[in-house]
């Protein structure tokens, strides 16, 4: 069984368009993030919800928002998407008090902008 | 605020040679450090963490890392390297809180 997986693998789109990337963990976990890795492979937090609230929110458009249904989701909106917004976008799980919040990473998003 | 820097961003090696991945980290307090390996094209697998005790720990695959507060750095090592090592690796630290901070990463190219 996959721990942490995301739908869709990859996603070609306009300039302008609006679209959304899903995830979904079955560790149990109570927190999950979304991060942002650019062309050259740095990595980045965006957000962080646990228990469906918001904890961490980085310096990030407000072309991009967060949502977290219950605590094994967490969904990310991108509206009118840039150029720049092309990156690969890996969510991620942790359990709180569980030391170092080890997080358990899905396998991507290659997101291209045209 | 926390930082990372992998100073190599690529380390080519021959099969079966020794490597050392280098990490230095800055945090004003306790930390929690982390190697994660990503394969072409693949997420983020977790390789080892420092949490306390030992300052060396060890992967199930021969990788090994050492916690050195005084050099503030978290080293990887492997004294013999395979082909299927090739891979991008991470260092990251946290302060026990939600956020994990990233180095750049450093590129491990191993030849035959």
């Known amino acids: 069984d996959t721990a942490v997986s995301q739908t869709p693998k990859y996603l070609v789109t306009q300039m302008g368009n609006d679209k959304s990337i899903k995830c979904e963990q079955n560790?149990?976990?109570?927190?999950m993030y979304w991060y942002k890795q650019d062309s050259k492979k740095f990595l980045k937090i965006m957000f962080s919800y646990n228990n469906k609230e918001l904890i961490i929110n980085e310096t990030v458009p407000n072309r991009f928002s967060p949502k977290s249904p219950d605590k094994a989701h967490l969904n990310l909106h991108i509206n009118s998407l840039e150029l720049g917004d092309s990156a690969v976008y890996f969510c991620?799980?942790?359990?709180?008090?569980?030391?170092?919040?080890?997080?358990?990473f899905g396998p991507g998003t290659r997101l291209t902008v045209l | 605020a926390q930082s990372v820097t992998q100073l190599d961003s690529q380390v080519p090696v021959f099969e079966e040679a020794p490597v050392e991945l280098r990490c230095n980290y800055s945090s004003s307090v306790s930390v929690y450090l982390f190697w994660y390996v990503q394969y072409p094209n693949q997420g983020l697998q977790l390789l080892l963490k420092y949490l306390s005790g030992s300052t060396l720990v060890e992967s199930i695959n021969g990788f090994e890392a050492e916690f050195n507060k005084s050099q503030t750095s978290f080293h990887l090592r492997k004294p013999s390297v395979h082909i299927s090592d090739t891979a991008e690796y991470f260092c990251?630290?946290?302060?026990?809180?939600?956020?994990?901070?990233f180095g750049t990463g450093t590129r491990l190219l191993v030849s035959p």
């Open positions: 991620a799980s942790s359990q709180v008090g569980v030391a170092g919040y080890e997080q358990f």
């Open positions: 990251a630290v946290s302060d026990g809180f939600q956020k994990l901070v």
């Open positions: 560790l149990g976990h109570d927190t």
